[in-house]
C-alpha cells in the first residue's frame, strides 16, 4: 500500500519568502508528526497532530512557523519570511494513533528545503 | 540534560564482528522503545521495538533496563549493509516519540 508522501521533494527559496510543505499520510492514520533534520543532526519534533485533539505545537521553534491538518488527513507545513538557519530536512510521520503516539511511525522521504 | 542520549559514534567495525550500542533516557515514566535505522539521506525506519524482556529479531537483540533507564542494541555478524545511524526512540503518555540524535555505524571490508 502507499507509504507516507510528501512535496515538494526539493525547495530552494531565497530568504525571506514564505514556504508550504505537505504531507499525504498512510491512509487511515489518524496521528501525524512533523520533524526537522539538520545535516549530520538528530531529528528535532516540531508539531503532533491526534486525530481531532488540538495539536502539540511545542517543537515549533518560532512563531514563523505554523502548520494545519485539513479533514484529518493531509498536512502542511508553513514556514513564513524563511531564514537560511530553516535549511534542513524536514520529515512527516504518521502513525495509527491506536496507543496515544506510542505506536510505531512511518516517515515520508521528507522536503529538503534550502534557503540562499 | 537531553531526554535520549546516545554515543555518535562513528563505530567503525570489520564484517562479520558484534557491535553494541546503548542508549540512556532520562524520564521513568517512558513507556515504549524503540530502535530506528536510518541510511544515509533517508528516512528512519523502524528496526525492532524493545521489550521488557528483551527481545530478538535474527542477528539483532535488544535489551530494556528500566532501572538502570537504558536501552541497548546488539549487532551480530555485521554486515556492509548494517551501515547506518542508529536511533533510540522513547515514549511516554500521550505524547510524540523522542529520537535520540543516533549512533552511526560502518561496517568495513
Known amino acids: 500500500g502507499a507509504g507516507v508522501s510528501q512535496s515538494p521533494s526539493n525547495k530552494v527559496t531565497e530568504k525571506g519568502k514564505d514556504v508550504e510543505l505537505r504531507c499525504d499520510p498512510i491512509?487511515?492514520?489518524?496521528?501525524l508528526y512533523w520533524y526537522r533534520q539538520s545535516l549530520g543532526q538528530g531529528l528535532e519534533f516540531l508539531i503532533y497532530?491526534?486525530?481531532?485533539?488540538?495539536?502539540?505545537k511545542s517543537g515549533l521553534p518560532s512563531d514563523r512557523f505554523s502548520a494545519e491538518r485539513t479533514g484529518g488527513s493531509v498536512s502542511t507545513l508553513t514556514i513564513q519570511r524563511t531564514q537560511q538557519e530553516d535549511s534542513a530536512v524536514y520529515l512527516c510521520?504518521?502513525?495509527?494513533?491506536?496507543?496515544?503516539?506510542?505506536?510505531?511511525?512511518?516517515f515520508g522521504p521528507g522536503t529538503r528545503l534550502l534557503v540562499l | 540534560r537531553k531526554e535520549v542520549e546516545q554515543d555518535p559514534g562513528p563505530f567503525n567495525v570489520p564484517e562479520g564482528a558484534t557491535v553494541a550500542f546503548n542508549c540512556t533516557y532520562s524520564n521513568s515514566a517512558s513507556q515504549s522503545f524503540f530502535w530506528y535505522r536510518q541510511d544515509c539521506r533517508k528516512e528512519p525506519k523502524l528496526l525492532m521495538s524493545?521489550?521488557?524482556s528483551g527481545n530478538e529479531d535474527g542477528r539483532f537483540t535488544a535489551q530494556l533496563n528500566r532501572a538502570s533507564q537504558y536501552i541497548s542494541l546488539l549487532i551480530r555478524d555485521s554486515k556492509l549493509s548494517d551501515s547506518a545511524t542508529y536511533l533510540c526512540?522513547?515514549?511516554?503518555?500521550?505524547?510524540?516519540?523522542?529520537f535520540g540524535s543516533g549512533t552511526r555505524l560502518q561496517v568495513q571490508p
Open positions: 497532530f491526534q486525530g481531532n485533539s488540538a495539536p502539540d
Open positions: 491512509s487511515g492514520h489518524t496521528a
Open positions: 526512540v522513547v515514549g511516554r503518555g500521550r505524547r510524540a516519540l523522542t
Open positions: 510521520a504518521s502513525s495509527s494513533g491506536t496507543s496515544g503516539g506510542q505506536e510505531t511511525q512511518y
Open positions: 524493545v521489550y521488557s
